[in-house]
DNA sequence: TTGTAAGCGTTATCAA
DNA sequence: TTGATAACGCTTACAA
């Protein structure tokens, strides 16, 4: 069933039912006949030879560092409207957390115009991302960090948790702070300074080796929260970059005896749907990351279109959200 | 960049060029000359005039439900690598839990073959679910559910839930259950069968109002418990149809003082990574999720080759893990 | 082993 | 307002 069917059995030429789909420049009794003709056969027009013709996809690429991340649906679940109702199909390309995957999935984006734009939901900058990224030929809007150069949409990672350690100063003395890795510089770097310089404002000394490295699992947060607490037992306040973290600090100290708040404060940041369910209730950063999402979906709608060449960086607010598990 | 400028700089003809990529049927010499070609320009074919040339898109699309929950992710991370080894992209369909657009994107996805196979991970079946199924023309999975007259791939539901209900009442009287609804094979009717025979086999009597039922979030969890607790306050063993039920059953014990499992016996299904860290650890089933989708990749990559034309129809083994939720 | 030529199902240009 | 006609970039008989 192709477009010539329909043309000869409505009695016009294929251009003409081209027309009645696209430009709609038809007279009414042929858009009638035509109208007739495809009620009753049900015909859909081939996107492939549409995509083929006109260069055009409506296909928007996603690329995201995992698929089970409280924050990454978050994200992708404020993109995927936006870009539906725009009429845009969202392709999900998930690369668990593998740097080579994501320069791949970027090559494969571009390469042959498979997707009319890209949102990427970044983590770190290798030298290979940032190549992959100069040779896009594609509408892209970053994610979850900032880059120069780039439209980004990200969050204020710095100043959330400078702001967070802040208020868990005021009732604690010895803090530590278990972190991800630095290359990352929305989680790792970003949370990291604003822990430091809070502590500097408060004139807290922090050692050297203040910061534990995690990775973003629960199990992880255990063993870092284990390490803080027998090298400095008298750590009152433990200051953790991501919620997950914070649950397996919860649970260390749980399991050895250790009260929460009342001997250690624990924070998160995230305020995935867990931080209500644990004993007690964690204290985190609210980060809008649906909000974010949704802002990203509209930049790279924009930059799309060709009305919106510059590229712009949007810095989202958050909130402290204070629970049981600091005082 | 085409193919036939390639074949012009290498002095061949397109149909050679065409070969070189597919076939094979190319001689040593006019292979190097194609490959010395295609590395100075960095030529990748269209994909686009592929799929309208062959009929192949090399897609698979998978329809979720949601993509913010541990079943899902742990389903489209056995699928992906599968499918991706095979040559295949995944493109991610999220429902958001809306039957009407489940429906939707069966339609889109086959009506104009936007992709060479489908996994359709299943939650409910209404009437229109069935229509699209019986109109799709491309090779199918159902995953999670099982639908007789197609391939499916599912959780062992009824058995877990008997068996764990089996081993919780050697220490309680008096148990309730929390579960979902009913339309949901799956989570709603199997689960909850599981619960009622395996009361009757410990000649515990049920009441007809034993049920409540939850949606699938914690918050739901939560109120369900109280309803339970203030109708039957001797209750003192919770069964609930998944782990973020059994969350906020949790929650509601502890802020009415009643101790887990000393007063009140808890049990989840799923083994999130959550219950690893609410306290006290949660005795769940596990169930083979990413397995599942692996095996469901496996059988649509059949399908789709055309070797494997029987629907076949596959349980998973499940494992139940004993916490501290438990006696 | 290679080249020629005929499509795949559209849209865009142009003249009528 | 309409219809021929020429692309879009590739694969695949078929013939050489």
Known sequence: MDINQIAQMAGVSRATVSRYFNDGYVSQEKRAAIKRVIDKTGY?????????????????????????????????????????????????????????????????????????????????????????????????????????????????????????????????????????????????????????????????????????LAEFTVDSGYSCAEAIMQARPHTDAIVCATDSIAFGALTYLHEHGLRVPEDVQVTGVGDSELAQVVTPRLTTVHHHYKTSGQEAAKMLLGTMSGDDTVARTVKMAYEIVRRASTR
Not at 147 to 171: F, H, I, K, N, P
Not at 198 to 208: D, F, L, Q, S, T
Request: glycine share 6%.
């Open 44 to 212: 859909v027009p081939s996107r492939q030879a549409k995509v083929l013709r006109t260069g055009k996809t409506d296909i928007v690429g996603v690329i995201i560092p995992k698929i089970n991340s409280a924050s990454v649906s978050r994200m992708v679940s404020g993109i995927t409207p936006v870009l539906n109702d725009a009429g845009y199909q969202v392709l999900l390309a998930n690369t668990d957390n593998d740097a080579a995957r994501e320069v791949e999935f970027m090559r494969l984006f571009s390469e042959r115009r498979q997707v009319d734009g890209v949102i990427l939901v970044a983590t770190i900058f290798t030298p290979a991302h940032l190549a992959a990224l100069k040779e896009l030929n594609t509408p892209l809007v970053v994610l979850d960090q900032s880059l120069s150069g780039y439209s980004c949409v990200y969050q204020d990672d710095y100043e959330a948790v400078r702001e967070l350690t802040g208020q868990v100063l005021a009732t604690a003395k010895a803090p530590a702070y278990i972190g991800v890795l630095e290359e990352d510089v929305s989680a790792g770097e970003m949370r990291h300074r604003g822990f430091l310089d809070a502590c500097r404002e408060c004139g807290v000394e922090v050692p050297e080796d203040a910061q534990e």
